[in-house]
């Protein structure tokens, strides 16, 4: 079995994720296949490793020390592909793709100095709409994505990234916790139909039994650069102020410097998972795992 590290990698994963589920998601197999890979390893040592309960799973004290022995051989298999990487010096630019709220405002360029320092090669990074990132992924034309929005393909890897908030938010001061009935009250800037976060944001209003259509809306823009320029634009009103939702990322600069304010809707909280995404094909790519891990643990 030792040979094999791959079901030793799921059992790790089943481990670390608490379910099989999860780590099904995050190894992008079948549930099924997870389950067999399991099997196999309790057979090779002829005891039960997991037990699975209502809350998620368990190890047993076999799996536990099983967990110990796993992890030392991942930490020697990783420094030894670092080695591998450093034998072979492939020449490469690494092709990053970012929807337009990571690429513009979470990923700054001194990251990418970062990415590229650690895998000794030139980074690029191109931003487009998370739909377009999986067409460029499927096409061979980018090695990871960084999206908004979990999209069903079954050629891709997902991992969970990072957590967002979408904020309501003003270059004038409003309150910072708003009831159902003061959105209102503003002027609004909206994002175009089809827009992930307009779609996140008509869950949250339909929970709140809140219309859109009441709104007055001023303009409906494409981007989230979109929305903020328009609103550092927009005439300074105290009575009816221009307001919109974005990224929290994306004005925190602004609002530690008082140019924007933002606000929260009372009793609800908005929130998105950011993903990095890959093509299965890239599954045991050295190059992509460091990339991956490298990001995963927070080093940009």
């Known amino acids: 079995m030792l040979k094999d590290f791959v079901k030793l990698e799921t059992f790790l994963t089943v481990a670390r994720e608490r379910s099989f589920s999860k780590a099904s998601a995050k190894l992008g197999i079948s549930q099924p296949a997870v389950t067999q890979q399991i099997k196999f390893v309790e057979k090779y040592l002829g005891a039960k490793t997991i037990e699975r309960k209502k809350n998620g799973i368990k190890l047993t004290a076999e799996g536990e020390e099983l967990y110990k022995v796993a992890t030392l051989l991942e930490k020697s298999i990783y420094e030894a592909e670092k080695d591998i990487l450093k034998i072979i010096n492939k020449e490469i630019t690494f092709r990053i793709g970012a929807s337009f709220t990571i690429g513009h405002y979470v990923v700054p360029g001194q990251c990418l100095n970062t990415i590229g320092d650690a895998i000794h090669n030139d980074i ?25 929005s979990y999209i069903q393909d079954n050629s891709m890897i997902y991992r969970e990234w990072l957590e967002d908030e979408l904020v309501v938010f003003s270059n004038t001061p409003i309150p ?9 009250e503003f002027d609004w800037v909206c994002r175009e139909e089809g827009s992930h976060t307009k779609r996140i944001v008509a869950d949250v209003f339909e929970d709140i039994g809140v219309s859109c259509k009441s709104f007055h809306t001023l303009s409906e823009v494409s981007n989230s650069t979109a929305v903020l320029q328009t609103i550092k634009k927009a005439d300074k009103n105290t009575d009816k102020p221009v307001v919109s939702i974005i990224s929290k990322f994306a004005i925190s600069d602004e609002i530690q410097r008082g140019e924007l304010f933002e606000a929260r809707i009372r009793g609800y909280k908005m929130t998105r998972k950011f993903y990095i995404v890959h093509s299965k094909e890239n599954k045991h790519n050295a190059y992509v795992d460091n990339v991956v891990d490298f990001i995963m643990s927070g080093n940009c």
């Open 124 to 148: 690029t990074l191109a931003v487009h709409d998370s739909n377009h990132i999986l067409e460029l992924l499927r096409d061979r034309k980018l090695d990871i994505g960084l999206v908004e």
């Open 176 to 184: 910072k916790m708003l009831k159902t009935e003061d959105l209102y």
